[in-house]
């Protein structure tokens, strides 16, 4: 089974600054999808960014971006000029590419990071 | 705005109850999932289903039971519930292709007093 770990429960940045959160993961497949989703206070779990492993190229939509390690099972989440919206729980998650009939093909988060804008 | 649809949002109710969340999506998506959200924002998938009259239990197990008469309905029922089922219950759903994100409800918060 995959897990997906992120390591820093809180982060903190000051509005205007760069952050960057911290995922891996560990899977024996070759073949997935990546995810970080956003989940406001009291609001909507959405999507921020995602990345397929076969894809050298590093994600980017706006401010946000990735840096993803294949070798090294790492998958970061970049946010630039922090702005105050930004503040919210941020989830890593994993998707299998394969499905073998037996079991769930959603996705696997990891615990999630609070973040924390500073004004 | 949202294409999946969680109702109630909040819901205080009495042991021994039974209770129906609901969940409908607008996207004809033949994937939907349930996911319980522990008050640590830990993400759990408790039931699953690829279409209709299909239903299978996740990786947490939970007492909780659901129904997939039609493609946009995906009900989760507790026949008794107990204060250890309080928590937050999302909802979401997903396109046929494994790159395609899930999209969330706004969730249900239940607490069982």
């Known amino acids: 089974a995959q897990t997906v770990t992120q390591s820093q429960p809180e982060m903190s940045v000051q509005e205007a600054e760069t952050v960057t959160l911290s995922c891996t993961y560990d899977t024996s497949e070759s073949d997935y999808y990546l995810f970080w989703y956003k989940q406001p206070p009291s609001r909507q779990m959405i999507l921020v960014i995602r990345?397929?492993?076969?894809?050298?190229q590093n994600a980017t939509e706006n401010r946000f971006s990735v840096n993803f390690q294949k070798a090294a099972k790492s998958f970061s989440l970049k946010i630039s000029d922090s702005q105050l919206g930004d503040a919210a729980m941020y989830f890593c998650a994993y998707r299998s590419a394969y499905y073998a009939g037996g079991g769930a093909d959603g996705l696997t988060f990891g615990k999630g990071t609070h973040l924390i804008i500073q004004p | 705005e949202a294409d999946i649809y969680q109702t109630p949002r909040y819901l205080v109710i009495g042991t021994g109850k039974k209770i129906t969340l609901e969940c409908s999506q607008t996207m004809g998506h033949d994937k939907m999932y349930w996911y319980q959200q522990d008050p640590g924002m830990e993400l759990h998938l408790i039931h699953y289903?690829?279409?209709?009259?299909?239903?299978e239990k996740g990786d947490l197990s939970s007492e909780s039971t659901v129904s997939r008469i039609r493609t946009e309905h995906f009900p989760l029922t507790l026949e008794s519930a107990r204060p250890s089922h309080t928590s937050q219950y999302l909802c979401?759903?997903?396109?046929?292709?494994?790159?395609?994100?899930?999209?969330f409800g706004n969730g249900t918060r239940l607490t069982v007093t």
């Open positions: 289903s690829y279409g209709v009259n299909s239903t």
């Open positions: 990345q397929e492993a076969y894809k050298q």
């Open positions: 979401a759903s997903s396109g046929e292709l494994y790159n395609s994100p899930l999209h």
